[in-house]
Each structure stands twice: as C-alpha cells, then as structure tokens.
C-alpha cells in the first residue's frame, strides 16, 4: 500500500472513530447516575450521590416552556478543560456546551459536591454547576421542539436570553454591569445582557408565551439600545 493512501485511510479511521465517540461517549465515561429523563455520566466514581443537584436541575428544567418530558438528556462531566475541548472544541470559551451534533451536554471541570463547574482556568471564578447543567438543557430542548436547522438560524441572543431565563444564573447580578467598558468574552456578563432585552420584549408584550416571542421578529439592535438607555444613562 502506497503511503499515500494509507495515510488517507488512517485519517478516514481516525474520523470515523471520533464521529462514533461523539454520538456514544457513554463508552469512555464508566459512571452513570440518572434522575428521571437526565442520565449523567463521568469518568471517576462521584464521592456523594448527586440525585439532589438532579433534582434540582429537573425542577428547574420543568418551567420551560420547550419542556418535553418523554426526551431523554446525557450530560458528562469532563476530567479536565483539555478532555473538554476533545469532546467540545467549538466550545473553547465557555464551562459547558451542548453539542450541536449529538445533542449531548459537556461540562469542562465540575465539582458536584462544592456544585461548581470551572472553566479553562481552575483558579478563575467558577459557575454555579446546577444552572450550568440547567442552561444547556434547555437549549437541548428548543433543538428537540425547532429542529437543527430553525434552532441554528435562531439569533443567539435570544437562546442564550431564553435559556438564562429559565437557569437564573445571573438573577443576583447588577443589570448595570452591562454597562461599560468590559470583556467581550464575559459568559455570564453576556448572558445577563440577552436575558435582560429579552425580558423586556416579554414586559411588553405579556399575551405572547416565550416561544412565540422568540421566533417572532425582534431587532436585536433596537432592543439592546432600549436595555442600554435604561440600565447605562449617560
């Protein structure tokens, strides 16, 4: 065989196993714990049996209005920010992510007992684990009710100001931090700005549900001026 050709079918093999463990990761992470439709797995034993962070998670994910009880959610906890990005590596710049493929949720470094989940620095500010976990399954659910393509062409601001809503994950923070001169990567930062133009459309319109809202025809320009004026005056 010409090495030519064996170095194509290496790189097909390579692939095709990759594409297999992105559909089954199941088959490198031996710990599995569910909690009614939520199944999650990791690779070391959990000290403490995490069926009250489930259970909170679940609760949370029943108000949303997506909400479909017969579906079925994975998520997996990672060993660490570099098995992350193997399992994620469209996700570089957050904690969590759900696959946009395979439909499951990867979180980078959590710890379930202290219910933190960290990101590519261990000794940055971690995210709360339980709205982490809370804030991908909803977006599972609007892919599972829109479809790939419709949720793909959905503006992100309004996913990620939806799926804030329901995980509440910035409800403590001041809407003036917003404002300003601030890190453009900020995750929570940006999803309390989505939340806070989404909520303001749902203020006003009070007679649409927020699947209606969120695929009718909101400018994004328009509104996040509306939430600037409000929160930044001059």
């Known amino acids: 065989m010409k090495a030519g050709r064996f170095i194509t079918y290496s790189v097909l093999a390579l692939a095709a ?18 909690y009614k439709n939520i199944s999650l797995y990791t690779r070391a034993p959990v000290p403490a049996p995490p069926d009250a962070l489930l259970e909170r998670v679940y609760n949370a994910v ?4 997506y909400m479909d009880p017969g579906a079925k959610f994975e998520i997996y906890l ?10 994620a590596p469209f996700c570089s710049k957050t904690q969590s992510c759900l696959h946009p493929v395979s439909h499951k949720v990867f979180i980078a470094s959590s710890d379930p007992d202290k219910n933190q989940a960290y990101g590519r620095d261990p000794a940055g500010k971690p995210r709360v684990l339980e709205n982490a976990m809370v804030h991908d399954l909803v977006l599972a659910q609007m892919r599972n009710k829109l479809g790939l393509v419709n949720y793909v ?6 996913k990620e100001g939806y ?8 409800v403590d923070m001041e809407a003036a931090m917003i404002c300003g001169e ?3 990567n900020a995750q929570l930062v940006q999803y309390l700005e989505s939340r806070l133009m989404l909520d303001l459309v749902k203020g006003e319109t009070p007679d649409m549900n927020y699947p209606e809202l969120i695929t009718s025809n909101l400018n ?3 509104t996040r001026k509306r939430i600037m004026e409000r929160y930044c005056p001059p």
């Open 17 to 34: 196993a990759y594409c297999c463990l992105t559909f089954y990761p199941k088959l490198l992470f031996s710990n599995a714990c569910e």
């Open 62 to 65: 029943m108000t949303d209005e």
């Open 78 to 87: 990672t060993g660490g920010y570099g098995e992350y990005l193997f399992w």
């Open 153 to 158: 062409a959905l503006r992100a601001w309004l």
């Open 163 to 170: 799926a804030e809503h329901i995980a509440r994950e910035t």
């Open 182 to 184: 601030r890190d453009k």
């Open 220 to 222: 994004y320009d328009s």
